[in-house]
């Protein structure tokens, strides 16, 4: 028997960071929103761990770990230790999203084994204590669980729904070249210095979500890392500039970077700012529906 569950890549509508801790990581208060490009992962039964990747067009596949240092065997020996079994299981994992590119695809791999081997082995395990292994594999990787549209608190970790009645579209726009979420926020620590207020989530994002309205959205969005990130690679302000020239109601990094995600009026927007780009040479052009679900079961 296998199971196959699909998983969405996150965008941070919002990315308030707070000053460094001293476990090494930084407070958050941001908006995830799960957006509609997608990482398939497949569990079977097997005597040995054991990980394969296949990919779309042009997702490069190339720095993924294959062995036990991919996140996918992480989630998995940590489920089976939190119930105490000796079992293992092969993970093919198809990628949809962009890797390194601030999407949380991994997260969105680790977040779909959990629930394919809960399944796989009838574990039945709790909704929060799946969050709490969730947010010992990595601060996105709750989120990757729940989707939709929520708030994520701590380092990102703690996450709670929120009201979203939008039927909102995105231009993600990847590139060749990933980005080290390390080294970002290493830089933001080096740009913001040591005076950096204790983030907040703005009212004013939660009216946009709420009314559902794109130029609401598109004045709210902000992001503490795109600063540090474009300072990293200055080649990606053209791409924002692309995307204003092209029409696109508001230009944003995702998380740490490298992708760009470009705020449209609804699908055939999304549809007319896209061909823009691919007209300028741009060929990692998806065009994705927000929001969509969590980690769910597609076939089993
Ligand atoms: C920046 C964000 C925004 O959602 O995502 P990406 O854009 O990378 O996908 C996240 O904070 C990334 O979360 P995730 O990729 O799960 O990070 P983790 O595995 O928990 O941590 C990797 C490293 O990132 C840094 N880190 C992460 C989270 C955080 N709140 N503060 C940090 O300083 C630390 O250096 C940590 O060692
Ligand atoms: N299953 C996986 N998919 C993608 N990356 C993985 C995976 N397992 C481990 N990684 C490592 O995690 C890093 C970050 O990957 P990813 O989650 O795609 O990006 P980001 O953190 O920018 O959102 C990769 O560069 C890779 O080394």
């Not at 993924?64 to 489920?79: F, T």
């Not at 890797?99 to 969105?108: D, P």
């Not at 204790?198 to 598109?218: F, N, Q, S």
Request: glycine share 10%; net charge negative; with cysteine.
């Amino acid at each position: 028997m296998t199971i196959t569950v699909r998983a969405a890549a996150k965008f941070n509508l919002h990315l308030g960071v707070g000053p460094v801790r001293e476990d090494g990581y930084h407070p958050l208060a941001t908006v995830y929103q799960a957006i509609g490009l997608y990482d398939d992962v497949t569990a079977g039964e097997s005597d040995a761990w054991d990980v394969e990747l296949t990919a779309e067009d042009h997702i490069a596949l190339g720095e993924i770990p294959s062995g036990d240092d991919n996140i996918v065997i992480r989630a998995g020996k940590l489920l089976a230790a939190h119930h105490g079994i000796d079992r293992a299981a092969k993970i093919a994992i198809h990628k949809g999203i962009p890797v390194a590119g601030g999407l949380a695809g991994g997260s969105a791999d680790a977040a779909a084994t959990l629930v394919a081997l809960d399944r796989l082995w009838s574990l039945e395990t709790p909704d929060e204590e799946l969050l709490s292994l969730a947010g010992q594999l990595g601060s996105d990787v709750p989120f990757a669980l729940i989707g939709a549209t929520a708030v994520g608190g701590g380092r990102g970790e703690l996450v709670e729904p929120l009201t979203d009645n939008g039927d909102w579209w995105w231009v993600v726009v990847g590139n060749e070249q990933g980005l080290s979420t390390p080294a970002v926020y290493r830089a933001f620590d080096e740009h913001a210095g040591a005076d950096v207020a204790d983030p907040e989530v703005p009212e004013r994002l939660l009216i946009a979500l709420e009314k559902g309205d794109p130029e609401l959205l598109a004045a709210a969005l902000d992001n503490d890392l795109q600063t540090p990130a474009l300072a990293l690679r200055p080649d990606l302000a053209q791409t924002f500039a692309d995307g204003e020239e092209a029409g696109a109601l508001a230009v944003q990094l995702s998380g740490s970077g490298p992708t760009v995600l470009m705020l449209c009026r609804d699908a055939p927007h999304a549809r007319e700012v896209a061909g823009a780009l691919q007209a300028k040479s741009y060929d990692r052009v998806w065009t994705a529906p927000a929001p969509v679900a969590g980690a769910h079961v597609l076939t089993y």
